[in-house]
């Protein structure tokens, strides 16, 4: 399995589609500039990872990704890949697009070797998720709309990744700083999710009533 | 709404959890041994308790782990979130004497699963 791409050349990937990229244009149109703007960004490099972080291989894992995350909420990592803790055994590897097999990236064979014999898996998921950027002043009052955890910043701080609810579409919420979220929804929930993001932006594109 | 506190993740709304049904329903020793009746006991017969009860949880949508709650059916409230695997807690409403509760309710066996 691991031997099928030879990733000697750049593959053609420009026929490739993101699972949102039909809503490319409605996300232009639908972002409210300096209030709520929202985006996908495509193709990020997605690795489910399932071990004891306090086993030989958690460790030797750990020593690939700069860390794992203790406990709920944490995101760990190093450089630009993240670990964001799913379970008290189960992290998402997030990093760039070139990060993956397929343009040469050596992220998932470094994550198989440190894994090696030991108990657990290394599965490329960057297929299952595709990535929501949703920034600005207004992106907590958007999310508020739909999701039941308390977004207030002094409960969820930045850098906190969440797996919960939004728009009843199961999703991971990460908080990169205080007006930007991450949001990965699965492939097959993007376009209801999307329109759902941009159905809950709109209010902000007309002046506020006073 | 119940709002269940999971044992990894904290306070989540009810909507992000699976029930799981009754709580340390032990699997028998020996299934062979087992004629239809006593093992339709084990697959199909569960408590239809008033008041504290003993059930298994899944926090589907956060970590994906299961835990066991004491939970009373009739005011909801619930009592005690513990490990799978653990004994039943003893609650306040089940020490107390109940005529409402059956005896012989409570089965502390180590739960399998
Ligand atoms: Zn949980």
Partial sequence: MAETAAPATKKNLSLRTSPAALLRAAFETGSVRGSAELSETSFLTMVGVRVNRDSGAGQRIASVTGGLPAKCGEVAGAGDTSVLWLGPEEFMVVAPVEAHESLGGDLLQALREALADGEGQVVDLSANRTTFELTGPRSRAVLEKGCSLDLHPRVLKSGTALSTEIGNIPVVLWKISDESFRIFPRASFAEFLGRWLLDAMREYASPEVP | ?113
């Fill in chain 2, 1 to 113: 709404m119940l709002l269940i506190s999971c044992p990894n993740c904290g306070s989540r709304d009810e909507t992000e959890f699976h029930y799981g049904g009754q709580a340390h329903v032990p699997y028998p020793e020996n299934p062979n041994e087992l004629n239809d009746v006593e093992w339709s006991r084990y697959l199909f017969y569960r408590e239809n308790t008033k008041g504290a009860f003993a059930e298994r949880w899944l926090h589907s949508t956060g970590c994906r782990q299961w835990f066991n709650m004491l939970r009373d059916t009739v005011t909801y409230d619930i009592q005690a979130i513990y490990p799978m695997g653990t004994p039943r807690p003893d609650s306040p409403a089940a020490t107390s004497s109940n005529p409402g509760t059956k005896p012989g309710t409570t089965a502390p066996e180590g739960a399998t699963k």
